[in-house]
């Protein structure tokens, strides 16, 4: 079993849906993050959570760490957000990745 | 001000050769990362520096890859007598601080290609 693990692995959405991404993890963490890596490749961080809940504009990350879960949140869609999203996790000395969730958004 | 940058930016290599990967963070960042992405995988660490020093090197795939910093900037990333499975988009990010609670910014990426 991972240590990280997201759902769905793939995911269609249709413009203006509500879409929301999870992210479980097993191990002992300082922070999670969430990654966006788009089609060529370049990777932005969109958010870095220890506790809470963060927003950015039409983003929104939960985590819970008793529960080692967070969620990745994107209200009203678009086909700008079609990228694979990531959830890592900083153990001691090393981020773990999870395998990514293929992101498409549909006019 | 500038990011991350990584050098070069596509390399094309024979098999058995060495090769050399370069990393410029972000001006004051103390913390280095690299990470490989294969082709259609995952993201996959390699190593970390803080400052000078990198705590843990057991994510290094194999003896034939190395990793130095010098002067808390520009790292290298050496693969020697590189092999087929080491094709691959090799990542460099940069942090403020220490791994953990310090958001990431990476680079473009260098592409390798083993023949």
């Known amino acids: 079993k991972n240590e990280v693990e997201q759902s769905p692995q793939n995911l269609t959405a249709q413009e203006g849906e509500f879409i929301t991404i999870n992210c479980s993890y097993s191990v002992g963490i300082s922070a999670l993050h969430w990654l966006q890596q788009h089609p060529g490749g370049g990777i932005v961080s969109l958010f870095m959570l220890s506790s809470g809940k963060k927003k950015h504009g039409r983003l929104i990350a939960t985590i819970n760490i008793q529960e080692k879960h967070s969620s990745l949140h994107i209200t009203a869609s678009h086909p700008r957000d079609s990228a694979v999203y990531i959830c890592?996790?900083?153990?001691?000395?090393?981020?773990?990745f999870g395998t990514g969730t293929r992101l498409q958004v549909f006019p | 001000g500038a990011g991350v940058s990584q050098s070069p930016s596509n390399k094309v290599t024979e098999k058995g050769k060495d090769v050399e990967l370069r990393c410029d963070p972000i001006?004051?960042?103390?913390?280095l990362y690299w990470y490989r992405q294969s082709l259609g995988q995952g993201l996959e660490f390699l190593i970390y520096f803080q400052g000078n020093s990198a705590p843990d090197k057991s994510g290094l795939p194999s003896d034939r890859f190395s990793a130095e910093r010098t002067g808390g900037s520009v790292s290298t990333l050496t693969i020697q007598r590189t092999q087929q499975e080491d094709s691959a988009v090799y990542l460099c990010?940069?942090?403020?601080?220490?791994?953990?609670?310090?958001?990431?910014?990476f680079g473009p990426g260098t592409r390798l290609t083993v023949t």
């Open positions: 890592a996790v900083s153990s001691p000395d090393k981020l773990i």
């Open positions: 001006s004051g960042h103390t913390a």
């Open positions: 990010a940069s942090s403020l601080g220490p791994l953990g609670p310090y958001e990431q910014y």
